[in-house]
């Protein structure tokens, strides 16, 4: 009979099936560190990215901050110039304020009343004149009074003189002005 010695068989086996382990073990491992490196490659692609965008994103922020910093000071020149305006505009209504006030006080002066100076201080108007009466002059305060150019009408001094022989009534007033320049640009 034939006998059949199995043993370096199952060696041959055994040790072939372990190359197989490891071939298949090192296969896997390899394939496991090309998908790590393959993940972490994409992973520094997309920081990279991000970091490019995080730099263009912020070269347009100094960019829009710059524009912003424009725009402000064009709405303080804007501002600036408004107001200028406003009071140019209320400079050129004033303009035809004193003509008009001494046409008013043309207007308001009764007969036999004369007027010999007129001056201006700010806000301050004092008027000296001469009338044949102190009835003239009372009349003449309460006309100017309802105006709408003076308030505050007061007779400083009434005295008599005489003017080439005739006796007349020398008096001065003091008043204000009524205010037409807006709150904002008496500053």
């Known amino acids: 009979m034939i006998k059949i010695n199995l043993l370096p068989v199952r060696a041959a086996k055994k040790k072939e099936t372990a190359i197989q382990q490891i071939v298949l073990a090192s296969v896997v491992i390899v394939v496991i ?5 393959s993940l972490y490659a994409v992973k520094r692609v997309q920081i990279a990215a991000a970091k490019e ?10 960019e829009l901050k710059k524009k912003i910093g424009k725009i402000e000071e064009l709405k303080s020149l804007k ?4 107001k200028k305006l406003d009071v140019l505009s209320q400079l050129r209504k004033n303009k035809t304020g004193p003509a008009q006030r001494l046409e008013s006080l043309s207007n ?5 009343l004369w007027l010999t100076s007129y001056s201006e201080s700010g806000q301050n ?20 009074e309802a105006s709408n150019d003076f308030t505050a009408v007061e007779l400083g001094v009434s005295e008599q003189t005489e003017v080439a022989g005739i006796k007349l009534k ?18």
Do not use: H, R, Y
């Open 33 to 37: 560190a090309l998908i790590v490196t």
């Open 53 to 62: 965008d995080i730099i263009s994103a912020n070269q347009k922020i100094t």
């Open 79 to 82: 501002d600036q110039v408004k």
């Open 108 to 112: 308001l002066t009764p007969d036999k």
């Open 125 to 144: 108007v004092k008027i000296s004149g001469v009338a044949f009466t102190e009835e003239l002059i009372a009349e003449f305060m309460k006309s100017l």
């Open 170 to 187: 020398k008096f001065d007033l003091t008043m204000k002005l009524e205010s037409t320049v807006p709150s904002e640009l008496k500053k």
